[in-house]
T-cell receptor, first 117, second 113 residues
Framework: NAGVTQTPKFRILKIGQSMTLQCTQD?????MYWYRQDPGMGLKLIYY???????DKGEVPNGYNVSRSTTEDFPLRLELAAPSQTSVYFCASSYPSRLAGLTGELFFGEGSRLTVL | EDKVVQSPLSLVVHEGDTVTLNCSYEVTNFRSLLWYKQEKKAPTFLFML????IEKKSGRLSSILDKKELFSILNITATQTGDSAVYLCAVGGEETSGSRLTFGEGTQLTVNP
């Protein structure tokens, strides 16, 4: 059972370049999320999605875009990379907890370490 | 805006010690509080708490929630070097439609032999 898979694991970008972080899950979860984690800090929500075709901004969405064309995939795009986007990015998914009114356990990918020089 | 504050930010202990990690929160229409352990990669789930005063236990780890005072604690007894990690607290609220969590900064726990 693969769970949540992120690619690439590591990437170095030059300022102004663009790239897409891929995320796919095979647990049929409705909810998917992108977080970033800076050194010594907690996780900050970038974008999230409650289902295919629906996305919404989190705490720190500037400089990023997402799409959710299928239940399985939730790619994160950086259009004009900046040094401030150097971070570790985590994709996560969770059960359709809306029925229970609770935020369920998040299942995380292994993370993607991005460096912008 | 939801807010989660963890303390201490870092802690160094010796094997066998007992530690208590704290998490306080301000969230609109609280729904759940989750604890995660993070060792150099993705966070792994420990506990989810929704009701006050009910302790959750897993081996040497336990956690309890106080919804009146808006905090939770995570206890680790008889610590081992394998407990060294960042412990993250996260809170879900109604304002977020039960669909996302706000994380604290984490507590870096180091257990020395």
């Amino acid at each position: 059972n693969a769970g949540v898979t992120q690619t690439p694991k590591f990437r170095i970008l030059k300022i102004g370049q663009s790239m897409t972080l891929q995320c796919t899950q095979d647990m049929n979860h409705n909810y998917m999320y992108w977080y970033r984690q800076d050194p010594g800090m907690g996780l900050k929500l970038i974008y999230y999605s409650v289902g295919a075709g629906i996305t919404d901004k989190g705490e720190v969405p500037n400089g990023y875009n997402v799409s959710r064309s299928t239940t399985e995939d939730f790619p994160l795009r950086l259009e004009l990379a900046a040094p401030s986007q150097t971070s570790v990015y985590f994709c996560a998914s969770s059960y359709p907890s809306r029925l229970a009114g609770l935020t369920g356990e998040l299942f995380f990918g292994e993370g993607s370490r991005l460096t912008v020089l | 805006e939801d807010k989660v504050v963890q303390s201490p930010l870092s802690l160094v202990v010796h094997e066998g010690d007992t530690v208590t990690l704290n998490c306080s929160y301000e969230v609109t229409n609280f729904r759940s509080l989750l604890w995660y352990k993070q060792e150099k990669k993705a966070p792994t789930f420990l506990f989810m708490l929704t009701s006050s005063g009910i302790e959750k236990k897993s081996g040497r780890l336990s956690s309890i929630l106080d919804k009146k005072e808006l905090f939770s604690i995570l206890n680790i007894t008889a610590t081992q070097t394998g407990d060294s990690a960042v412990y993250l607290c996260a809170v879900g609220g109604e304002e977020t439609s039960g669909s996302r969590l706000t994380f604290g900064e984490g507590t870096q726990l180091t257990v020395n032999p």
